[in-house]
């Protein structure tokens, strides 16, 4: 299509998915289209734009996915974008943009792939950009202390001695105050082996909230009033030292909204830890399987789109590929807003620039593990896309992988059955046969269970890609919103 934007795209107020991709739209992007508050989903990628994003996008609250990359939109991201707490995705690679990224809210974990192919984008180190020059006000209120100091000085000469001895002391009384509490506040980012002992009651039972092949997980309280997860290591297996390592060497360079957040680590001779954004809702595990709690299909779609969105990341967003390698439902945390955060990365390999794959010894939880992975120890980006086929199986049928016997596996049972009757496989809590929606939403769980299965196709060439998959899953997640 060849054309501009009209202003009238503002009156689209019941839209949910707008995809005008891969078009010859010219011009710029209309004030008008903050109007779309329902908007979910916006793709303009892929035209010829021009012109400013318009700061009236920032009243787009319901907006999740936004793509403006390969056009030549010109200006600055506006500030007020951080008001957008629910996009995921934002992406304006490859145009003529400049100025400063900002950092607050949804841009505290995206990509600095995003941004990449830009005049002269400046700001945070995270997005692969340079700092930003100090602003022309900043620079004013320099010359104006310079002017001051200067006639300052030229006082000082005049005035008795005294004053000035006084002066001088008070200046530098300042100056050390001001580096003492520069120091405090440095020292108030790390955290101490006693004050992780003083913060988990001595590691108490009581505190205990999981635990795993290498290690266990403690709640703890810090001083400030934060609460943490401390992730301790069993020292007396040999596979911990290593566990720790990777975890420290992975997960240093990796920031993403769903991925669990290190805070710090703790190391010494006889105790090494990860201390942890603490998730107060914990695992997908817990929320599917214990009788006290329930999720219903558009919490348990949102927390699968959270975690593809995560592999996403691992697999295309980061300079070196990083392969999970233990996908699970316990692996899978959740906050307060019961937004999905994947954690443990103990066994998780990077793959090098040239590598498409490796080999491990290192096996991950049976059920979960793609062929190759358990018969070769061959290891690739596509090992993580089988096991999350399973996981979403898994999520949607409530069964877990390992209870089948014999030949028969989660992933054929499911298959066998999905032509047949979606009612057969789904959990049963899931869905109301007499809601007036009930036929859309076993619409909507075939075409999830549809994705589950390309994902864990036998063989890792048939498999789909992460990319693909949030992108398949987003749709149906607007299905879902529609019904």
């Known amino acids: 299509m060849v054309g501009t934007l009209p202003p009238e795209i503002g009156k689209l107020k019941a839209a949910i998915l707008i995809d005008l991709s891969m078009n010859q739209f010219s011009n710029g992007i209309p ?5 779309l508050q329902m908007l979910v989903h916006l793709s303009l990628r892929h035209n010829k734009l021009q012109g400013s994003i318009p700061d009236s996008m920032s009243r787009m609250v319901g907006l999740e996915f936004l793509d403006l990359s390969h056009n030549n939109i010109s200006g600055i991201i506006p ?13 304006v690679s490859v145009n003529k943009l400049n100025g400063e990224i900002p950092s607050g809210g949804p841009f505290k974990n995206l990509s600095s792939q995003f941004f990449i192919n830009n005049e002269a984008l400046c700001g945070s180190s995270r997005f692969s950009v340079p700092p930003c020059p100090t602003s022309s006000k900043h620079r004013s209120n320099r010359k104006k202390l310079l002017v001051l100091f200067l006639f300052l000085g030229i006082a ?14 008070y200046r530098k009384g300042k100056r ?14 790390r955290i101490s082996y006693y004050e992780l002992i003083q913060a988990t009651d001595a590691l108490s039972e009581s505190n205990l909230i999981g635990s795993g092949s ?11 009033g934060t609460t943490i997860a401390v992730k ?13 390592d990777t975890e420290c060497e992975v997960l240093r360079s990796l920031r993403h909204r769903n991925l669990v957040k290190v805070i710090t680590s703790c190391s010494k001779l006889d105790f090494k830890a990860l201390v942890l954004e603490y998730m107060p809702n914990g695992s997908l595990e817990k929320y599917l399987y214990s009788h006290n709690y329930f999720l219903d299909i558009r919490q348990r779609l949102s927390i699968m789109i959270d975690v593809a969105c995560a592999l996403e990341y691992l697999h295309h967003g980061c300079s070196l590929a990083v392969i999970h390698c233990d996908l699970k439902p316990s692996n899978v945390l959740l906050d307060e807003y019961m937004v999905a955060h994947l954690s443990d990365f103990g066994i998780s390999k990077l793959l090098g620039e040239d590598q498409g794959d490796l080999y491990t010894k290192t096996l991950a939880t049976l059920g979960y593990i793609a062929p190759e992975y358990g018969l070769d120890g061959l290891v690739s980006t596509k090992c993580d896309v089988y096991s999350y086929g399973v996981m979403l199986l898994e999520t949607f049928t409530r069964r877990k992988p390992h209870e089948f016997e014999g030949d028969l596996s989660l992933k054929q049972w499911v298959s ?13 809590n899931l869905v109301t046969p007499t809601a007036n929606y ?7 769980v075939a075409s999830i269970m549809n994705v589950a299965l390309d994902c864990c196709a036998e063989s890792p060439a048939r498999r789909t890609n992460m990319k693909d998959a949030v992108g398949i899953l987003q749709k149906i997640k607007i299905q879902l919103l529609a019904c």
């Open 31 to 35: 004030s008008e289209i903050g109007g």
């Open 79 to 91: 500030m007020s974008l951080e008001k957008l707490q629910n996009l995921k995705y934002f992406n």
């Open 156 to 169: 000082l000469v005049v005035v008795p001695s005294p004053f000035i001895f006084f002066l001088i002391r």
């Open 176 to 189: 050390v105050l001001q580096q003492t509490d520069s120091l405090s506040a440095i020292t108030r980012e």
């Open 214 to 224: 290498f290690g266990s997980v403690y709640i703890g309280v810090l001083r400030s």
């Open 232 to 244: 301790v290591f069993n020292l007396q297996l040999d596979a911990a030292f290593k566990s720790f």
């Open 416 to 428: 066998c059955s999905l032509s047949e009757a979606v009612m057969d496989v789904i959990d049963v």
């Open 438 to 444: 009930f036929k859309k939403e076993l619409e909507v």
